[in-house]
């Protein structure tokens, strides 16, 4: 429901910031109050639920925020020009107070959708997005098309894990700089070390003395045209003061990785997530304008609390895995096998795949092939998760907010460390449960191996790629290089068409196709194989798919 103190501080904001009713969204404040007293806010909000601390409760509430379509009353939308709310054209046009290019944060794009799920809901809820769900970026509100860029809509299935991973890898590559940094120290030469982690290599590292330190790039004029160098000095124990170097164009010059987004911008999913809301959405998380701050003149405060922003995120990171049509079609044989003409039905009822000898020859075929041509160098099967536990907030100070970025303290404002909301990936995970008779199995939980790891089988390696010229866009959004990007885990690609970062290929095939820059090679190896070698290769990735049964 929309609270009255809501409506009575957007009276004092609109007057504070000299708004008048000819630049804000859609109604006044007076027309605002009918809409609220006849048509009440959809929103419920997760604060009294985060706050009981439930995994299960506060997984339904990010659920139901997720899905929820926001209205006038919650803060949906913005003004985006002619009286509307949403737009999938960016208005850095407007520049009169309490228009589009005077909201704070500033927006990149939108708003341009009325719920998560709106858009995340291709073949399911919190999947891809079709071509038509495409939404345009102008992160520089120049106004000017030729320097916005294009977004497709990836799917979340998996998203824990995502963040698990990326935590544990910084923290491994701190221990190699740490260890390599202690041994420069300790015998005053040069320590070079490769940053290889979980079968991953993130580039080399160079530390020298301050006193010794040269650039290598001098002596390496190739390395210098492929690679980025980050530089910086950096105390040590005592004394000892040393510089650092690495040389790598697949990671950020912090050792740290941002799993999310197509650029791999975003830290954490709760970034992600409250972003989204704010961009997309046009719904304000506090913790990004501040408490009781109408940063988009749409009449509402408080849109989205800091429990919502938890509950959204414990949900997202508690989606299950993507699988496989083989191991569908092998979910339908057990279900047969235990109950007989009636798992037969529910099989049928959730369309799991029965496959062919053929079919299943075909898949296994071409995974030996795109393993052969190298496109596995960059698309690994699977990555090892030691901790497959997630908890919000995240145990790593790295991964979690020491202050919001509107400045608030999570701890005093209710997300300490000390007490995370925790689930096990390998163990409880919510849906995706199939139940009938004797027979139950739990497919959305993470498997592990004999070494009691969680097997993450992302076919994704966490890495930024250069992907060629033909993939450049017009601008370098966030300074990592036009035609760099995050490799997309592949893991549910045989469910979301299209493909790319903008959605441009419209099969699989030509996704391969238009790989270039450190792909050129698998790409032109695949080009020149038998068809049948091709044709094999594109089932195995459309094997790679979503599932999830249907919410009651």
Not at 63 to 78: C, K, L, M, N, P
Not at 80 to 85: E, I, K, T, Y
Not at 344 to 368: K, R, V, Y
Request: aromatic share 6%; net charge negative.
């Amino acid at each position: 429901m929309l609270r009255k103190d809501i409506l009575r501080r957007f009276s004092t904001t609109v007057l504070s910031l000299g708004v008048t009713t000819g630049t804000w969204a859609i109604v006044d404040k007076d027309q605002l109050s009918i809409v609220a007293e006849i048509e009440p806010s959809h929103a419920e909000h997760c604060d009294e639920v985060v706050a009981a601390g439930n995994f299960n409760d506060i997984f339904v509430c990010g659920d139901e925020f997720f899905e929820v379509d926001f209205i006038a009353t919650d803060g949906g939308g913005a003004n985006v020009g002619n009286g509307q709310r949403y737009t999938r054209t960016p208005r850095a046009d407007l520049r009169t107070q309490g228009q589009w290019a005077t909201h704070f944060p500033q927006r990149p794009t939108g708003p341009n959708s009325a719920s998560c799920g709106e858009c995340h809901s291709f073949p399911a809820g919190t999947a891809a997005g079709r071509a038509g769900f495409n939404v345009m970026r102008d992160p520089f509100h120049t106004g000017d098309p030729g320097r916005m860029i294009n977004r497709n809509t990836p799917h979340l299935m998996g998203s824990g894990a995502l963040q698990l991973l990326a935590e544990e890898i910084t923290a491994d590559l701190a221990i190699i700089v740490q260890e390599a940094r202690t041994e420069t120290c300790a015998t005053g030469s040069r320590t070079e070390r490769s940053l290889f982690i979980k079968g991953v290599n993130f580039g080399e590292l160079t530390i020298e003395l301050d006193d010794g330190f040269h650039d290598l790039r001098q002596s390496h004029p190739d390395r210098r045209r492929n690679h980025n160098t980050h530089q910086g000095s950096v105390g040590n124990d005592g004394d000892c003061r040393i510089r650092m170097r690495v040389e790598s164009n697949s990671i950020d010059h912090d050792l740290v990785i941002r799993p999310y987004q197509w650029k791999g911008s975003d830290l954490s999913l709760r970034e992600f997530v409250r972003t989204a809301f704010n961009n997309e959405i046009g719904m304000q998380p506090v913790e990004i304008t501040g408490d009781g701050y109408d940063g988009d003149f749409d009449g509402i405060v408080d849109e989205v609390s800091i429990a919502d922003v938890t509950a959204t995120t414990i949900y997202v990171a508690g989606q299950p895995r993507p699988v496989t049509k083989i191991e569908l079609h092998q979910l339908r044989a057990d279900l047969t096998a235990t109950e007989g003409k009636a798992g037969a039905t529910l099989a049928d009822e959730l369309n799991l795949p029965d496959l062919t000898e053929t079919e299943i020859n075909a898949i296994q075929a071409g995974e030996a092939t795109f393993k052969a041509i190298g496109c596995s160098s960059c698309h690994r099967p699977s990555l090892p998760l030691s901790n497959p536990v997630y908890q919000e907030p995240s145990q790593s100070e790295t991964y979690r907010d020491a202050t919001f970025p509107a400045g608030q303290d999570p701890i005093t404002s209710g997300l300490d460390p000390n007490k995370p909301i925790t689930f096990d990936l390998t163990l409880d995970l919510p849906d995706n449960h199939i139940e009938l008779g004797r027979f139950f199995r739990n497919i959305a939980n993470f498997e592990t191996d004999q070494a009691g790891n969680a097997v993450v089988q992302l076919y994704g390696d966490l890495r930024r790629h250069d992907m060629g010229p033909e993939l450049a866009e017009q601008i370098d959004e966030k300074g990592t290089g036009r035609a760099t990007f995050m490799t997309k885990e592949l893991w549910g690609v045989g469910s979301t068409t299209p493909y790319l970062h903008d959605g441009r290929a419209t099969t699989l095939t030509e996704a391969i196709l238009l790989h270039g820059g450190d792909a050129q090679r698998a790409r032109d190896t695949f080009s020149t194989l038998p068809l049948n070698a091709q044709t094999e290769l594109v089932r195995f990735l459309a094997n790679l798919v979503i599932f999830k049964v249907t919410e009651e």
